[in-house]
């Protein structure tokens, strides 16, 4: 939200009419009548407008794509579906730079004239196991989109604890470390006992049965005995930005 | 229910015979053996016959409808799948107006001869987000079918909250604002802090991970701060049709 | 919250300063460093500043009571314990009418100056059992301190639905009805079909085992095939001031 | 299980062999290397050989089946899939009495020289909604495949409470009554408070968000303030079967 | 809840007048303005008036007992506390016969002219451990005080089976068989498998971690693969009612 | 359970009455009327009579541990509160050897005659931190009694996992170990990945929040990558008798 | 873990280089860029390198699968769907030996130089029910490749509990016994009442309503009355490995 | 956990012995044989040692406090009750400088020598209410320990959310901004909405009914449409090490 005392003070001076002054407080951007997008998010923290395709209709998406390319330069878009993909695929076609992961379900489209942020921050990210990849890399897309440098390290969890030791000298390069792990969610604990940088647990539903689906890993990630704090189930795009926004600081 | 004093007093007085007293008690309508439907409830308190598709059968749906129609002149078919669409196209045929929206999955009719009521009242149904609307729609519809004057306002949730304030003006002058929400399900607290009028929570099945399915939404309309009154999540009619009884008081 | 264009536009045309226009904004009185309270909500809803006290400690309990008399000229203080309510005797000994139920802790102190409200509007409350009655007081206190007329009927359950019938009357005049139930919570449901006006649930944490607490009747409050909406377990605050707002329109 | 006593003594006395001591006290069949059913159980309580086929092999259901036919002259098979009702079709081709509910997902196979049960008891099953009926069948099929005189009332639900004391004459003669209900299950409350004979509460997988899918239902019936005993969740031979046992007494 | 027919024609013939008419439709008793008891149950099915002291003040529950002895000769108070043992000590000193039982927290309070009913059936109780005997006991009473012969045997749970197999005999003989059992649960099905007469299953709040507080216990007698009904958690009155209802028939 | 073919052959034979018969079968020593303890388990599969204090008089307590002293020469006793503590300290005035854990809570007693079991077995007993020791004591006592050869390493949690690492020679030669955890309960998960004998988790009801009382960590083992078994939530007592079967092997 | 004071001894003394030295201390064998598994596990606990193929790709699952079998000689793939099935079919074309389960979805593939371990242990494995019978092969397969002797009975739950009875003798041998039960789970408890052997519980996701999908039945072990330890619902892998290395002990 | 490649080299080198290389591995102190204490954290990330008094023994909380003031010349103890508080009374009373918060429960001993860490970062601590302070004090106690400039606002929540905004300049200029609140918990998502710097969920256990303690106000922040990292409900300590470490980077 903009500062209310400055635009009062131009308000008062002469400077600012009235009707500019509420568009400024406004700060959003409609898409036809059913989503309004944030204008002034990206050049406050560094998030990007993000659309989380779940929940939406292929064409409510490919809209809220289209306008925010043409206002910002640059879409993600996340947990895309089949259908959703076909529709975004035309709004790739007349655009610059598309990366599109298959196993993620992540798009980032990009116009030619859209200059991508840099900023010096490292991030680490860790998964547990091969199934914990695709959260992970949303995380690592987000964070990359965010100007940061980003490491992954995958299929390193405590059930062969030597594996992740091995690895360790590359997170302890980073700034801030996001552990993706599903089943029982242990290796974030045991990354933030030996992490300098700040360490942010992703939990993954992966897991069968009495704390599936990400469940025991949530709950075993906010009871650690060590510092971390922690992000929804599956949320990749959460945790990569959070993590972005701690190492760019 | 009927008021048993005057009947009993007719009944003694020689004016009711037992059989019609016991008809008028009764005051429902049989459809074949599976069904019956109350035939007071709509001038009783303006709630109209809705029929929740949603665990019945295709064949049950139609035959309903069409005894509702035989008798009120009208009917509301809510969460509507695909072959319970084909099966009330038929029925549609044989009236002269159908409203059916794909998006929210409900359908009107009504035969030539149906007056649809008018009250007055108005009821504002404000969403978090895009995915809310389907939801918000059901809502708006019933509130609408019994005489409302409805207004709808999308995507103004919480974590741009500025987009709310910007729309502020459109439920001030609302006698019952709605406001579905997934998610967190901020934007119910943060509106009944502002508004006049009463507001009724309706929380949303998005949302995916610990408290998806509209669990967070729901649980934190309950704990609400403020004054509000919720319904279950993604009770769409049920929300309009409190807010168009408000509203019409 | 204030509507920011008149008072843009009185700063615009010098008629305001910024630095009153900023406290207009705020709209809220500070108490001490731990509180402040909204000072605009009652002008606005009619919903009078309510304290809960669980969860304060009892010096900070009072002196955000004393702060709202000043203020306000009344304040309602709700689920006192024991400490508090002893603290609060010392505020009421100051004040010229305290209003204090050990049942359902509950005070409610007016200064001599104070002026309550009246309102053209009746709430009928109604219980399943005796043991929900603490909680069905709380909400007809709230409702009658709102300015409403309120009629209370307790222990008239479905297990005994007859006891319902006899005093149907009581709540066929009503502009709102609250219906507290715990167990099973059964009752909001048949009132609901029965009622003109609108009806609100109110859970009871009364039952014990499976579904006790108040779960069961919250459940069976939001899955109710009647339209009605609800309130948290014991919210009977909310209920009340809800109900009001409702009736009062 | 048989009594040991009588068995030791026939040991003892030499009136049996230790071999067919042993087979008594095994007292079941089985069905290749994956199953082995109960043949002492329906002499002793009444209660038939009811495969439940969810969960099972549409090959390994039809050879229990068939197997049960031979040795019992007659098998209930219940929550029949499309793949096993195909394989229960031929085992149907060979004997002389089918019975087949698509609707309840329930068959019925008796050989030519079966004589099904009589005995001397009515039970009477009510429903809440059209939804419920699926369910309820299967209770009433059980109990009369168990020898009673089984009644069915549907959609009499507590939303409009005057169609179920329309039909209170219906239940008033019955040995045990089976209430079949989902969404807030109140139903069960009700008829309890005012019938005669013990009431089995059958909540149904109707009604969405919180407490859907029968939970609330569930909760409602055991916090009931009235006597009635429940069954699971959609558990409608077991409803059936018990209140045959009660009945037949 | 009476027959209404009847008295519809008895008001149609001049037989009965409307007030008359009305008091027997409501058939109830009030106890001042916060209760009103059931005046009609017990002679329809049996079931006496019981009051539930959890929740209610001392005094309330002393009020209810008095008018209740008054009116019916017998009543009987569960889940006594300290304090309101204290207050019906007083009531009982009044009354001819009174039994207490410290470990079950029951009361049953008659005057002398009271005469208990009795009836043909027989129960028998069961309790899978020490610690379930105190509900146990209040099924058991409440049984006995409808006039069923009543035997309990306890502490015979399935960890070591052989001890209920040793006591087989005194359940053979049962017309209903009340189990009582926490922890897991597993004695109900088992004596249901072996039991010729219904059993219904009372879980108890026993046990601790997951499942306890007689959680794993109630499951699993809903999954139970043989036929048994349940009540809630430590719902020995409803347990032993139901098993008395069932009994008499 | 006994074999009973042999007994059947006996009885056969002539070699045993059928009353000597019955009463092998049963197999218990009754208490009273309100407990039966198996007299042959301990003979079976090493496992002692253990008294579970809790939800059980002082008084019965007491007369249990004193039966099973004069049958069995030893009694242990769990979750001791102060009143069973003061019972059990007259009982344990007239043995020879008494051993009391005020930390866990558990009384061992032995008359003079008894010869504690010894068998050739090592169990290891970890603990993620200091607050788990009760509950591990608690599996440390059964398997000590149980003959087998025990160690203890405490505090030793994953957040440091370098002080486990530290200690790995201690479980290196152990034939189970038992490793004790609350919070999120990854050190089992840890172990297993590193010993050689088969671990055994035991969740701690330690930690708050969103999975506290040691539902993380019990959900966690159940969730572990590696292969372990688990038992409830503090059931020390479960955990240790099985490591002692599983290292008497 | 590798002990890593011999590796520093060696280090110290020049016998092993840094680098051998860190790879020893790292122990495992990397799959591209997705997956590294442990390559001293079994040489450690005799636990083979089992593949769970759910949530990983299938191209994932056969590179992981030939990767094993490149460095194993066996590879146990289990939870295999169609595609997976498809894919791993290749791997095995060029294989000497393949056992596939379609029942319980999980696949052995060995090359021709692969010798199986034999131990000395036998395990039995039993199910309550036709249906737990996939999980419990899962449990058997894995057993029987650890080099265990096992023996299958499936059906005897405790709705009939003399078919268990009939069968004892089968695990009376073992020297670990699996119990898989779904519903509600209590065979597991039965027999661990009479066996000799250690008893690990395996519940399965079988039942509807309450409790169900193995909820009930996985908190009835965890409550059970008798010495037992529990793995997660439906996972026989993790059974029949802790089995196996019980039974190898 | 230390590099193991340096040491290696140094005990190749001979710079080395095995056992002082063992013992830099082990890196903790003993505190009898109950606890050990990570001595390397504080070094490597800032997070002092801080001891969780809350199920631990007072006399195991002194013993601990006293071996780290030893070690390391501060010590943090949270959740302190009464016993401990006065067990740690006597500790206090031989150091420099202690810090008790009734409060909150938290108490910081310092011996003379000991020098408080000073790093570059600023963190502001906002709650919803005044309920949530206890909470927000432990966060921002543990964040100025750490070093940090700390800045507290307490009670803006949502509910009036002109509160905020007029406090909006106090976390303008944050590193870090750690929101505590309980109820529904929307204020982290509106404030992470609208700052510049990351955001941390602190949900407190404040709220009856559903949702209650906490859960609703975990499950929104958790929900967030915003980008917000959290922690456990109540986690105070851990919310502002995480906050310390983040505005330090």
Same mark, same amino acid.
């Given at each position: 939200?903009?500062?209310?005392?400055?635009?009062?003070?131009?308000?008062?001076?002469?400077?600012?009419?009235?009707?500019?002054?509420?568009?400024?407080?406004?700060?959003?951007?409609?898409?036809?009548?059913?989503?309004?997008?944030?204008?002034?998010?990206?050049?406050?923290?560094?998030?990007?407008?993000?659309?989380?395709?779940?929940?939406?209709?292929?064409?409510?998406?490919?809209?809220?794509?289209?306008?925010?390319?043409?206002?910002?330069?640059?879409?993600?878009?996340?947990?895309?579906?089949?259908?959703?993909?076909?529709?975004?695929?035309?709004?790739?076609?007349?655009?610059?730079?598309?990366?599109?992961?298959?196993?993620?379900?992540?798009?980032?489209?990009?116009?030619?004239?859209?200059?991508?942020?840099?900023?010096?921050?490292?991030?680490? %990210?860790?998964?547990?196991?091969?199934?914990?990849?695709?959260?992970?890399?949303?995380?690592?897309?987000?964070?990359?989109?965010?100007?940061?440098?980003?490491?992954? %390290?995958?299929? %390193?969890?405590?059930?062969?604890?030597?594996?992740?030791?091995?690895?360790?000298?590359?997170?302890?390069?980073?700034?801030?470390?996001?552990?993706?792990?599903?089943?029982?969610?242990?290796?974030?604990?045991?990354?933030?006992?030996?992490?300098?940088?700040?360490?942010?647990?992703?939990?993954?539903?992966?897991?069968?049965?009495?704390?599936?689906?990400?469940?025991?890993?949530?709950?075993?990630?906010?009871?650690?005995?060590?510092?971390?704090?922690?992000?929804?189930?599956?949320?990749?795009?959460?945790?990569?930005?959070?993590?972005?926004?701690?190492?760019?600081?």
């Amino acid at each position: 939200m903009v500062d209310l005392k400055p635009i009062l003070e131009d308000v008062s001076s002469g400077d600012l009419s009235v009707d500019t002054a509420l568009e400024r407080v406004e700060g959003f951007t409609r898409v036809d009548d059913f989503a309004r997008f944030d204008t002034q998010r990206e050049g406050r923290n560094g998030v990007p407008e993000v659309v989380l395709a779940e929940g939406k209709r292929p064409s409510e998406v490919a809209s809220i794509a289209e306008r925010a390319l043409e206002k910002e330069g640059r879409v993600i878009v996340t947990r895309i579906g089949e259908e959703t993909e076909a529709a975004l695929e035309e709004v790739a076609s007349s655009v610059d730079y598309t990366e599109w992961s298959e196993r993620s379900c992540i798009m980032v489209l990009r116009t030619a004239e859209y200059e991508p942020p840099q900023v010096d921050g490292k991030v680490t %990210v860790l998964t547990g196991g091969t199934s914990d990849i695709p959260v992970a890399e949303e995380a690592a897309t987000t964070a990359r989109e965010m100007g940061c440098d980003v490491e992954t %390290v995958f299929d %390193v969890g405590v059930a062969g604890i030597h594996r992740m030791f091995a690895e360790r000298h590359r997170f302890a390069t980073a700034d801030c470390v996001v552990v993706a792990a599903g089943r029982e969610g242990a290796l974030p604990t045991v990354v933030a006992g030996m992490a300098d940088a700040p360490v942010i647990g992703l939990p993954v539903s992966i897991g069968y049965g009495a704390g599936g689906d990400g469940e025991a890993a949530l709950l075993g990630m906010l009871q650690s005995c060590t510092v971390l704090s922690t992000v929804n189930i599956d949320a990749g795009f959460v945790a990569g930005a959070q993590a972005a926004q701690v190492a760019r600081d």
